[in-house]
């Protein structure tokens, strides 16, 4: 389908912060897993981001590493495959120095009008790092690293990400753009694949699923857990009993009904008794979590056996090992369209 040998290549990324939960599923996960099927992929474990708010947090980044791993091939992401790849980001050297070149061809006003800079600068409060502010660089260099040759192929790079990430994206061609303009063609530009779904809301009903929220149900959640977590979520505020008539819209037990319940029959049945004020709150949770834990419980199994018996770090090893090799070509076209290979010094 995309001529001969190479495959169009997608490159997507996590910041090793915490194991991932259903935010991250809906969000990121579900997308990514078919992509296997028909990509040269590449799954970044973005540990060096993770810096830009984590920088005092270096064990917590530590375990998220296998966290992530873990909930990676639970939810089927398959590095057995050959063209799939588990990278860690600070294990490629070689983008370290790739962001280097390309903040020189970067204005820093495009990093104060990224306005997911700006709302995540904002939600830091205080002073940030000179790494925060430009981290967009070095997220350009996460997915131009993979740029193939535009000379041989004008295939785009393909990006799964949710909406916030856009910004970041656009940001990317740009750089891309500004250093082929300057230097020749050197890099293709990239594309987004936003999911259908894209954001989950909180347990509490809040916009995020997010760890420091404390409003998150964990992929490695045990039924236990889930049934807590569950049995506590917020639902309609203005129904104070079982036969108040109550709202289905916008009530995040419902919003995860029809996420996860593969029974849209019980579905359209608790509302229509919700609405009337003929089902109390309790029922509507119970079915909910049943619901949850069948949905839930092979990702836990296969989560299980890969923690008693996944080499995590056999795994970073080999996706990093031909995340390296790419890279180091894309360095070497990089370094000679900046003359930095200087051929005038070479004896002929
Ligand atoms: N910024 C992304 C996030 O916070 C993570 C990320 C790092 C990423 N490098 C990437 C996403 C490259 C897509 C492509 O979720």
Redesign the pocket.
Known sequence: MFGIGVKQRV?????PTGALHLGHYVGALKQWVPLQNNYDCFF?I?DV?ALTTHVDQPKLIETSVREVVLDWLAVGLDPKKPNVHFVMQSWVRELTELTMYLSMVTPFSWMESNPTIQSERAALRGEVSAGFMTYPIS?AA??LFVSPNPQASKKEIL?P?GED?IP?LRGTNKVARAFNSKYGPTFVECAPLVGEVGRLVGTDGQAKMSKSLDNAIYLGDSREALKKRVMSMFTDPKRVRADVPGTVEGNPVFIYHDAFNSNKGEVEDLKTRYRKGTVGDVEVKQKLFEALDKFLSPIREKREKASKSADERGILEQGTGEAIKIAQETLERVRSAMHLDYPSLRRM
């Open positions: 490159l997507t990324g996590i910041r970044l973005a981001q997220q996460d997915i990006v990400v990430q970041h």
